[in-house]
């Protein structure tokens, strides 16, 4: 099993920028891929941007230029840098983790809310 705690979010002005992090616990030498999803009020989850256990990445199209996302194997945590931040990047933000083993894993999920 693993667990994972997101810290960050909050709310932003639009163009700032935000720091959202995760870490995970458990069974984390099992984890393949990290990475963050997003649900805004009346729309699906969807993915943002993720990163394997070799350092490749992947973003949606939508958050390219303004999202970093980063892993730190060592220490089991994955950090989301979100630079001009729009209104659209309002949402839930959860942390996923992809096993070795096939399995799923969320966190709890942190809200982002961009508003002046």
């Known amino acids: 099993q693993v667990q994972l705690v997101e810290s960050g979010g909050g709310l932003v002005q639009p163009g700032g920028s935000l720091g959202l992090s995760c870490a995970a616990s458990?069974?984390?030498?099992?984890?393949?891929?990290m990475g963050w999803y997003r649900q805004a009020p009346g729309k699906q989850r969807e993915l943002v941007a993720r990163v394997t256990s070799g350092g490749s990445t992947y973003y949606r199209d939508s958050v390219k230029g303004r999202f970093t996302i980063s892993r730190d194997t060592a220490k089991n945590t994955v950090h989301l840098e979100m630079n001009s931040v729009k209104p659209d990047d309002t949402a839930v933000y959860y942390c996923?983790?992809?096993?070795?083993?096939?399995?799923?894993?969320w966190g709890q999920g942190t809200q982002v809310t961009v508003s002046s």
């Open positions: 458990g069974s984390a030498a099992n984890i393949y891929r």
């Open positions: 996923h983790a992809f096993g070795f083993d096939g399995n799923d894993y």
